[in-house]
Every structure is written in structure tokens, then in C-alpha cells.
């Protein structure tokens, strides 16, 4: 298993993941030019691709994916409710290169598990991935609240990218209106750092190797604000754990296990 976020934030959102070689990228919120680009960078060729995921319909995380399908020929994986709502912005889509999720599925021997999550969009859906191998893996980089159900899917992997959205304090300061600090503060906003550490607390196990703090705020949070609060809340239990943040503007090296 091999992957590498290639930008996360409220300009965009792509995390590249290799699974028993099979790759496919799990949003596409930048230009698709900028996703070629940062693949090309780290030495990956994007024409292997085999699919794209869709977590949801906001722009920063679907910005690239009609022009990648049509460019790479690669399938579109949506829910009904995300396309119904975006399939404007997609543009025309090869009827072959239209997946609805409905439930689990495959791609070539991955299986792919959806689980909602408290999100402001029309359904938004986080991804639990299982390689042929028995590497695993999940990512929500938009989630308002965990419920014991969401435990379930970031518990036994060895992967996870997790949404490290805003500092309370940083947000109650910014200059944001009063309706969007009460938006991403409410159980379909964002995740804060603190509950970022808590949750990343309850699944943790010796097999977890590695996470990606994702969807920093660069205006309620900072980069080293956010791995310092996870950090604390593992130290607070004695966990010794590699943690990761993700920029907005850079790829993360690829990381193999």
C-alpha cells in the first residue's frame, strides 16, 4: 500500500492511493493539470489510474474529476445523491465511466467500504479501503462528529487520513462571520484538532503505522497547531504514533507499507 495526499484544504482536496498496484485517486478537488503535475512530481504516472472516488459534491473536493475522466478515460465512483447535485460542474461524463456507490464494491480485487458521515453537503461519505494483502486503510477529511458506527471503519487499519480542521479558539478569533463559525463548529461542519486526537485515541492499535492530518484550516488552525494537539491528546495516552500533516499547496512524500 502506497499513497500520498497530493493537497488538502478549502482550495482542494486528493489523496493518491496504490493498493497491490492498483491506483486511484479518492477526490479530485484541484485542476486537473495541478493533479498531473504533483503526480508527475513524485514519479507516478497518472495514466495508470483506475479510478476516482467521490467523498462529495463541494467543489474542493470534485474540481478535477469530469476533466481527469474524460482525459484519462478513468471511472467516476459517486453516490446517487453527489451526482444528482453536481453533475453540472462534472460535465458529460462516458456512461461506462459512471459508477454509483450503493454499498461495498470492488476494483480489481480492492474492496472499497462507504460509511456516511456528518457533513453540510447533500451526502458525504468517508472510504475504508482493504488490499488483497491485508493492508487497510480509511479517510474523512469533512467530518462534523464521529459516531461509534465511524469508529468502527478507522479501527484495525494500518493507514489513516483524518480531517484536522480548526483550533476553537483560533476560530472564535478569526475573522470568519458568526454563521460559519456556528457551521463548522456544528456536528455537520469540520473536526477540530482536539476531537482529531481523540478519535485517532479510540482506534488506535500496534498495527497503525501512520496518519495524515487533513483539511487544515488556514484560518482557524495552523499547520503546527494541529500536530501539536493531536500529538498532546496521543501523548495523554501513552501512544507513540507517526502523524503527518498534509498542506494545502504540496504533495506528501509516498509512503509504502
Same mark, same amino acid.
Given at each position: 500500500?502506497?499513497?500520498?495526499?497530493?493537497?488538502?484544504?478549502?482550495?482542494?482536496?486528493?489523496?493518491?492511493?496504490?493498493?497491490?498496484?492498483?491506483?486511484?485517486?479518492?477526490?479530485?478537488?484541484?485542476?486537473?493539470?495541478?493533479?498531473?503535475?504533483?503526480?508527475?512530481?513524485?514519479?507516478?504516472?497518472?495514466?495508470?489510474?483506475?479510478?476516482?472516488?467521490? +467523498?462529495? &459534491?463541494?467543489?474542493? %473536493?470534485?474540481?478535477? $474529476?469530469? =476533466?481527469?475522466?474524460?482525459?484519462? #478515460?478513468?471511472?467516476?465512483?459517486?453516490?446517487?445523491?453527489?451526482?444528482?447535485?453536481?453533475?453540472?460542474?462534472?460535465?458529460?461524463?462516458?456512461?461506462?465511466?459512471?459508477?454509483?456507490?450503493?454499498?461495498?464494491?470492488?476494483?480489481?480485487?480492492?474492496?472499497?467500504?462507504?460509511?456516511?458521515?456528518?457533513?453540510?453537503?447533500?451526502?458525504?461519505?468517508?472510504?475504508?479501503?482493504?488490499?488483497?494483502?491485508?493492508?487497510?486503510?480509511?479517510?474523512?477529511?469533512?467530518?462534523?462528529?464521529? +459516531?461509534? &458506527?465511524?469508529?468502527? %471503519?478507522?479501527?484495525? $487499519?494500518? =493507514?489513516?487520513?483524518?480531517?484536522? #480542521?480548526?483550533?476553537?479558539?483560533?476560530?472564535?478569533?478569526?475573522?470568519?462571520?458568526?454563521?460559519?463559525?456556528?457551521?463548522?463548529?456544528?456536528?455537520?461542519?469540520?473536526?477540530?484538532?482536539?476531537?482529531?486526537?481523540?478519535?485517532?485515541?479510540?482506534?488506535?492499535?500496534?498495527?497503525?503505522?501512520?496518519?495524515?492530518?487533513?483539511?487544515?484550516?488556514?484560518?482557524?488552525?495552523?499547520?503546527?497547531?494541529?500536530?501539536?494537539?493531536?500529538?498532546?491528546?496521543?501523548?495523554?495516552?501513552?501512544?507513540?504514533?507517526?502523524?503527518?500533516?498534509?498542506?494545502?499547496?504540496?504533495?506528501?512524500?509516498?509512503?509504502?507499507?
Amino acid at each position: 500500500m502506497k499513497i500520498s495526499v497530493l493537497g488538502s484544504g478549502s482550495e482542494g482536496n486528493s489523496t493518491y492511493l496504490d493498493v497491490c498496484g492498483i491506483p486511484f485517486l479518492i477526490d479530485a478537488g484541484f485542476s486537473a493539470k495541478t493533479l498531473i503535475g504533483r503526480m508527475h512530481n513524485l514519479g507516478l504516472n497518472p495514466s495508470m489510474l483506475k479510478a476516482i472516488l467521490v +467523498t462529495h &459534491e463541494h467543489n474542493d %473536493h470534485i474540481r478535477g $474529476v469530469g =476533466i481527469l475522466s474524460r482525459k484519462l #478515460n478513468l471511472p467516476i465512483y459517486i453516490t446517487p445523491e453527489s451526482y444528482r447535485v453536481s453533475a453540472s460542474c462534472l460535465g458529460k461524463i462516458a456512461p461506462e465511466n459512471l459508477r454509483f456507490i450503493e454499498g461495498e464494491f470492488d476494483i480489481e480485487g480492492v474492496r472499497f467500504i462507504p460509511f456516511n458521515v456528518s457533513h453540510d453537503a447533500v451526502r458525504t461519505i468517508g472510504f475504508r479501503v482493504e488490499g488483497s494483502n491485508g493492508k487497510r486503510m480509511a479517510i474523512s477529511t469533512d467530518i462534523g462528529c464521529y +459516531t461509534e &458506527e465511524i469508529l468502527t %471503519h478507522f479501527t484495525n $487499519v494500518d =493507514i489513516m487520513v483524518l480531517e484536522a #480542521n480548526y483550533n476553537f479558539d483560533m476560530l472564535q478569533s478569526c475573522g470568519y462571520p458568526y454563521y460559519l463559525k456556528q457551521r463548522i463548529h456544528s456536528e455537520q461542519g469540520h473536526l477540530s484538532n482536539e476531537d482529531s486526537g481523540r478519535l485517532i485515541c479510540s482506534c488506535y492499535h500496534p498495527n497503525l503505522k501512520k496518519v495524515f492530518l487533513a483539511h487544515v484550516s488556514k484560518n482557524s488552525n495552523t499547520y503546527d497547531l494541529a500536530l501539536a494537539t493531536v500529538r498532546t491528546e496521543l501523548e495523554s495516552k501513552g501512544i507513540k504514533l507517526e502523524v503527518e500533516v498534509a498542506y494545502q499547496d504540496t504533495v506528501t512524500e509516498l509512503f509504502a507499507i
